[in-house]
């Protein structure tokens, strides 16, 4: 089913602000009409939660400080279901912590916002670093098959933007949408602009409809929401479309897991969203996403102005990946370039899309991307001399 | 059950999967009643539940909004929930191992914030759903599948846990006091605050085995040894204490 769709006023006064990415995340939220927060304290995301908790107070919304994130995306789930547009913020350990929580929620369809403010992993590693090491576990760190859909903001603009838009996407399609952000960005300051008006999607709601199951090509069931006397049955385990259990039923279980998988597969062209840069005539093309497009942005200028023919194709939402936009660019690059602030994992991810080598730039040392670093990896595949 | 009273089930659902014996079935049935003493609407209750047993008895008996979660974590749930739509009356009915082993921080965390969800824990002593392990609630004399020598560790007193955690109202009775039982849950539901009703429930399939209670007689009479009226174990002197644990109402500020 589709969502409603309405266009309201934005609650916080339009203009341009000079703003912190954290908070700029927080303010999208509220524009989106976010009026529920679970959160625990963790650097480097604690700034968005702060923010939120006066403008949840200001604009009108339940904040609440959970136990740990555990509580937090448990709190979510239910609030989502009671009717709310909920929203969290964490770091890897604490996204780490979700993981359970993140699958009951994809396979009980529950909309929610999840913004990653990623730094510097594996365990604890440096908290007050940046990196981009959670962009794989946001798709699989839950087990078993399902699908999310998660952003890349590279400014305090998209902070503010894509986060607004993850509320949309998360009604549309009933489903857990991340902002993946990192520290870079989350503790960026920058010019943003709020708009006089935005669109708010809300889920479909037909009453008396099945709330998992439906005939709709979009995949997408009616979602009602708790006191509405619909004797919602919601359940983790596999489920009829009513909500009954049937944890024996194969024919049942498989028909959910594809409805599941396929109702973002199917609408991929639609969610998945992307930017390119110099890249009508383009010989060498990076792909870059988060801060470290800006690196490589830079990196494209120097180049152009050298006369060398390169490129940026920057995906925004990274999960589902803009294929078919990065194959249209990539046929005719020479080199492919993936710059990313972790060991290569979307490197892996767009060779697996583009079907061809890809030249990786890895980075796992607690820092942003910078154009010197990735210029330095040129020289050293001897792909530019400068 | 009285005729009145099947409209708040969902008959499709039954029999229950309870094994004979089990105390859930009573307890299901008490809860049912308790809210009708309690007056409540059933549009407006949301019955939140772990993973085990226990959390099979509203989910999906009970004709009303029903949410079966995450192992441990139905009191987290159920705060969010209540907090998005205060109209609704939040129960949560899970197992004494859902609860205080895996679920025990939000148990605590959720006494401390008193807002007015009602946990009803069904205490059987053992993960019955697994097939018999210890819990935190198991006796230290008991044998399970993971102390098959006996010689575990030494249980919870729930209601003593969430009292130390600024619980406001809690009641414990075993599922051979349903008269009082429905009375304490009744009470419960309406308290303004957080209340907590341990729920004793025997387990014949597994902590009947395992520890050769061969028959639902002899279950009841062991927890009638164990689970004393509190006002006659406080005449009970120290050693006659150990290992006892008081029925009744015992805390209501």
Redesign the interface.
């Known amino acids: 089913m589709r969502p409603t769709i309405e266009r309201v006023k934005s609650p916080i006064p339009p203009g341009n602000y000079f703003l912190m990415g954290d908070d700029a995340a927080a303010d999208g939220a509220i524009v989106a009409g976010c009026n529920f927060f679970a959160g625990y304290p963790i650097t480097p995301a604690s700034e968005l939660m702060v923010r939120i908790v006066h403008r949840l107070k200001e604009f009108g919304g339940e904040f609440i400080q959970m136990e740990d994130e555990i509580g937090s995306i448990c709190a979510m789930i239910g609030a989502s279901w009671a009717g709310a547009r909920a929203m969290t913020a964490t770091s890897g350990p604490g996204f780490s912590l979700m993981m359970e929580g993140i699958g009951y929620a994809a396979f009980t369809e529950t909309p929610l916002v999840v913004v990653d403010i990623q730094r510097a992993g594996p365990a604890t590693g440096q908290a007050t670093r940046p990196g981009s090491g959670d962009v794989l576990q946001v798709k699989y760190g839950s087990h078993g098959d399902y699908e999310i859909i998660a952003f890349s903001p590279w400014s305090v603009q998209e902070m503010f933007d894509l986060t607004a838009a993850a509320f949309n996407y998360a009604e549309a399609y009933r489903v857990p949408v991340f902002v993946m952000a990192d520290e870079s960005v989350g503790h960026l300051h920058e010019k943003v602009a709020i708009p006089d008006t935005v669109e708010r999607w809300r889920r479909p709601t037909q009453p008396g409809a099945q709330p998992f199951d439906t005939d709709d090509p979009d995949g997408v069931p009616s979602m009602p929401a708790f006191g509405q006397g619909e004797k919602l049955l919601i359940t983790g385990s596999t489920h009829n479309g009513l909500g009954f259990r049937k944890t024996q039923d194969s024919s049942v279980h498989s028909r959910l897991v594809k409805r599941l998988v396929q109702k973002i597969r199917n609408a991929a062209d639609n969610i998945a969203q992307s930017q390119a840069y110099y890249t009508e005539e383009v010989e060498i093309l990076f792909v870059a996403y988060g801060f470290s497009a800006r690196a490589a942005l830079n990196v494209v200028h120097n180049l152009r102005r050298a006369g060398v023919k390169a490129g940026l194709f920057r995906p925004i939402t990274l999960w589902p990946f803009p294929e078919k936009a990065l194959l249209s660019i990539a046929s005719q690059a020479r080199f492919i370039i993936a710059p990313e602030m972790n060991w290569g994992q979307m490197a892996r991810e767009i060779e697996r899309i583009l079907h061809r080598p890809v030249i990786s730039i890895p980075q796992v040392n607690g820092e942003g991307m910078k154009p010197e670093t990735i210029f330095a990896a040129l020289k050293a595949q001897s792909l530019v001399n400068l | 059950m009285s005729r009145t009273l099947l409209p708040y089930l969902?008959l499709e659902?039954f029999p229950t999967p309870f094994c004979s014996g089990c105390g859930h079935g009573i307890l299901l049935g008490a809860v049912v009643r308790a809210v009708n003493k309690a007056g409540l609407d059933w549009?407006?209750l949301?019955f939140?539940s772990g993973i085990g047993c226990a959390a099979w008895i509203p989910?999906?008996h009970f004709?009303?909004?029903?949410?079966?979660?995450?192992h441990g974590?139905p009191i987290?749930?159920?705060?969010?929930?209540?907090?998005?739509?205060k109209?609704?009356k939040v129960i949560v009915i899970s197992g004494d191992g859902d609860l205080s082993a895996i679920g025990g921080?939000?148990l605590i965390?959720a006494a401390r914030r008193n807002l007015p969800l009602t946990v009803i824990c069904a205490n059987n002593s053992i993960y019955g759903m697994t097939g018999g392990q210890a819990a935190p609630t198991t006796p230290c004399d008991a044998f399970t599948q993971t102390t098959p020598w006996a010689g575990g560790e030494p249980p919870f007193d729930l209601c003593r846990l969430v009292e130390g955690a600024g619980a406001k109202y809690i009641a414990r009775h075993t599922v051979f006091q349903i008269r009082q039982l429905i009375n304490v849950m009744s009470k419960a539901l309406v308290f303004d605050g957080f209340s907590f009703i341990e729920v004793i429930s025997p387990c014949p399939t597994h902590f009947g085995k395992l520890n050769a209670i061969s028959s639902l007689g002899d279950f009841r009479a062991r927890l009638k040894e164990i689970y004393i009226d509190k006002r006659r174990l406080d005449k009970l002197t120290a050693s006659e204490r150990q290992n006892k644990f008081p029925t009744g109402e015992l805390t209501a500020l």
């Open positions: 969902r659902a549009n407006k949301l939140a989910s999906p004709a009303a909004d029903t949410l079966h979660t995450l974590r987290a749930f159920g705060t969010g929930a209540y907090l998005a739509n109209s609704l921080n939000h965390h």
